[in-house]
């Protein structure tokens, strides 16, 4: 099993930047991904990543201003948010997975690991 516990969170301003951390320990899912889930809304994927290959995965069809990366031999996934705005709002977490043919932005269900979540609150 694998255990994931986010960081980073925080009350900012619209235009701020944030950086989020997922740590993981225990065994090893090739797709880490950040999911986030605003008051009232399903939660949505941000940003994913094949572990291995270090192959990103984001919705080109949506604002893309978050970038995910690796540090593979800490075991630490990031999210960096540029120019946030009060829509980010939310609870974000960091999800873990098994590839299949990609790994999934579509569906929480790909994901069967999730940390506890951490706030990011923006305010203009």
């Known amino acids: 099993q694998i255990h994931l516990m986010e960081s980073g969170g925080g009350s900012v301003q619209e235009g701020d930047s944030l950086r989020l951390s997922c740590a993981a320990s225990g065994e090893r899912y090739s797709c880490m991904a950040w999911f986030r889930q605003a008051p009232g809304k399903e939660r949505e994927a941000v940003a994913a990543m094949d572990i291995l290959s270090g192959r990103l995965y984001y919705d080109y069809s949506k604002d893309v201003r978050f970038t995910i990366s690796q540090d593979n031999p800490n075991r630490m996934v990031y999210l960096q948010m540029n120019s946030l705005k009060e829509e980010d709002t939310g609870m974000y977490f960091c999800?873990?997975?098994?590839?299949?043919?990609?790994?999934?932005?579509?569906?929480?269900?790909?994901?069967?690991?999730w940390g506890q979540g951490t706030q990011v609150t923006v305010t203009s």
């Open positions: 999800a873990a997975g098994k590839y299949n043919r990609g790994c999934s932005l579509e569906s929480t269900d790909a994901y069967p690991y």
